[in-house]
């Protein structure tokens, strides 16, 4: 069996874990291992502040190297870069890097490809290949944030994989991204966005995770949510709201933001904005309006005026309602378009046709 990798770790555990290897000082060394990994972006042995003794034990219970080779990446017209980087099994890890004047905002992937086969996502044709690990996440935000020479102050989940359903290793990868010697991002600044696994909002809610838990709604009508999002079959609606408003409770957040991408013909006419009056009726709600990106079918993309109209009966409602431009839409980096294209890695094996197959809670 493989020594687990040392950026895999969460950053509380390395003092414990270089304890138990017989490093001397181990707090002190693993905070400058880990602010050299997390902050300085070191990437071998060689680059680690260690001395000869404390390096030997190292090497006998770790793995330290890079974990991504290198990075196709493409540039859209906006200024927005999209890397995908291949593991070294040959898995696509893709990012998408979204300046503004006020931030520096990462879309991470928390899989490779996804199981979950929402219709008017381009990932969900790749299927499920594997989840990604803490290491590659954090690597994958180190990497990127070098090669286009800035800091990313913003991460949100959101590209391939649905995140809560590699629980563990997005929940290690987010105690280093805001961990004062990982990225050292501020708590309020990360974000993951689920499709509505029930069960892992509620773990989520009552381990008290502190970072923004967006929910792709999409519809509050379900036979619209089945057709737009096959696990919505797996865990219905007044369910997953229940356990939205016990995450609003218990983790204290004055607004959950609900995604919604708005396809003409499917889920803006009066009837699903009605649905929403009635279904989020307790819940203090943002709707994050994000029109939907041309994946080549199935659907059609709104126009402006379709949007402006749908905003302006979804403000009858009495929430904020945002409407979200998806930077680099045009040369497929937009929300939803994200299928590794650049590498050309179509997944091997471990392709899901049903995407509740490998969801077991
Ligand atoms: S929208 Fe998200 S959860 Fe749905 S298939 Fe795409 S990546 Fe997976």
Redesign the pocket.
Known sequence: MSLPHLRDLPVPALPGAFAAAGVRGAAIVARDVALAMHQRHALRWEELPLGREARGRLEARFRFGPLLGEPAVAVAADGTRKYVFPALDGAAVEVVLIRNLKAVTLCLSSQAG?A???TF?A??ALGLRRNLTPGEILESLARAGKDAGVRVSDVIFMG???PLHNYDAVMDACTNLNHHHGPSLSKRRISVST?GLTPRIRRYAAERRPWRLYL?LHSAVEETREQL?PIARVHPLPDLLDAMREYQQLCEVPWVTLQYVAIPGVNMDDRHVDALRERLAGLRAILDVIPWNDIGGPYRAPTWAEVRDFRNRLMGLGCPVKTRYSAGKQDGMGC?QLTAGLLALAPKGGHIDAPWGIYTD
């Open positions: 996804c979950l086969g929402c996502c990932t969900a391939q994989g649905e499709a792709s999002m939803g």
